[in-house]
């Protein structure tokens, strides 16, 4: 019913992937095949060190850039980080915050997904904020659980005016990079539990303003079925951005 008020979102998540070559390889190809299609947001969310060479490549189309992920300092002895006014600086829009495999492999908790996203927002970038549950806790039967408590922390001092430059991602992180989608219904069922959470943390209208998206084994063939759902904004895509065909198929079929 609401779905006309939000723009979709396709978001390319590349993870440890494409050197800055091979960016402005892809970037050139990518912008020929979605020039003019402007019936969604498209945004490559690239490693560090491609961003500069994406951020010129995609200068003057409709592609937009982001990172995967960023430190919640503004600055100091943390070797190793990125600050978000160091991303805004090269031109990033857009940040990746709380990927499964960050919290997976990199320590990340329900909290430094908070302070990276207040550091985010502060600094003026955009958010794509990743939730999502494991397959155990699916089999559990806590999906819904899970995923609000991931939404409310993520949200806490998060103000009504900032949770716009806020873009959600449910991922089943059983979904990711296993080939093995959520069914649409699926898909639909937790994005709709989301806006929920989200209406009740805000209003009604912030809830139905704020874009969900799904990810997790999102491709050329199933994107146009996930993407009809109501409650389904956009996709964050891992395998399937980092070929201009498939990625382009997804772009069309969220048009
Ligand atoms: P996938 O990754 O599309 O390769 O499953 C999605 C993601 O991790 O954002």
Redesign the pocket.
Known sequence: MNKNLRKPVIAG?W?MNMTPAKTAAFIEELKVKVAGKNECDIVLCVPYVDIQTAVASAKGTNVKIGAQNVHFKESGAYTGEISAEMLLEIGAEYVVIG???RRQYFGETDETVNLRTLAALNAGLKVILCVGEMLDERELGITEEIVSMQTKIALKDVSAEMLKNVII?Y?PVW????GKTATAEQAEEVCAIIRNVIAKLYTKADADATVIQY????NAKNASELLSKENVDGG?????SLKTEDFTIIVDAAQ
């Open positions: 998540n993870k990927h499964s495999e991602a991922e979904a990711i990079g296993t990810g997790g084994s999102m964050l895509i891992g395998g399937a």
